[in-house]
T-cell receptor, first 113, second 114 residues
Framework: QQQVKQSPQSLIVQKGGISIINCAYE??????FPWYQQFPGKGPALLIA?????SEKKEGRFTISFNKSAKQFSLHIMDSQPGDSATYFC????????????FGKGTKLTVNP | NAGVMQNPRHLVRRRGQEARLRCSPM?????VYWYRQLPEEGLKFMVY????????ESGMPKERFSAEFPKEGPSILRIQQVVRGDSAAYFC????????????FGPGTRLTVL
């Protein structure tokens, strides 16, 4: 039973383009939704996160869009750069309890120069 | 301002041996989480600990795996009698305290079982 579904599995974008990664969740108790970036051989790095009381959050070239009614959220990377090539994971958790993160399976992003 | 530290970074064990993985949380963080990542897979939660307490171990296999976070020293994930299926990357994350959701990950320990 996969609680967070992520798509696409892989994504190829040209430099300067927009990368879009989507996630859908099932558990309505989730109230914290982070995105992590992972380079090969490294640990995941927290990129940006959102709570369900806002529909969008932007930090630099990275934007999270959140649709509570559809139980979906997405990561947009504007002006994608070759250095953005990495695997991106969405996740979700419920605060006040275990607070464990439930991860999607990841999207491998390749940005061509 | 050191981040989450894990050691060893790479660990090779033969089937039947014990693996001991260590994690030191970020300064000021009192909560530790362990996750396992299989090749080409996302991370799977294993266990959540505070100092001297296991809060949630719902992701831990029932046998051979144990975790602790003593009052002094790092958190330790122990795998007894390792099997080939235990080969994976094991990541530790820490957070400040309950109600602060941000979890910061260490570089991981890559366990290979021969």
């Amino acid at each position: 039973q996969q609680q967070v579904k992520q798509s696409p599995q892989s994504l190829i974008v040209q430099k300067g383009g927009i990368s879009i990664i989507n996630c859908a969740y099932e558990n309505t108790a989730f109230d914290y939704f982070p995105w992590y970036q992972q380079f090969p051989g490294k640990g995941p790095a927290l990129l940006i996160a959102i709570r369900p009381d806002v529909s969008e959050k932007k930090e630099g070239r990275f934007t999270i869009s959140f649709n509570k009614s559809a139980k979906q959220f997405s990561l947009h990377i504007m002006d994608s750069q070759p250095g953005d090539s990495a695997t991106y994971f969405c996740a979700a958790s419920t605060q006040g309890g275990s607070e464990k993160l439930v991860f999607g399976k990841g999207t491998k992003l390749t940005v061509n120069p | 301002n050191a981040g989450v530290m894990q050691n060893p970074r790479h660990l090779v064990r033969r089937r039947g041996q014990e693996a001991r993985l260590r994690c030191s949380p970020m300064k000021g963080h009192s909560h530790v989480y362990w996750y396992r990542q299989l090749p080409e897979e996302g991370l799977k939660f294993m266990v959540y600990l505070q100092k001297e307490n296991i809060i949630d171990e719902s992701g831990m296999p029932k046998e051979r795996f144990s975790a602790e976070f003593p009052k002094e020293g790092p958190s330790i994930l122990r795998i007894q009698q390792v099997v080939r299926g235990d080969s994976a990357a094991y990541f530790c994350a820490s957070s400040r305290m309950g109600g602060w959701p941000e979890q910061f990950f260490g570089p991981g320990t890559r366990l290979t079982v021969l």
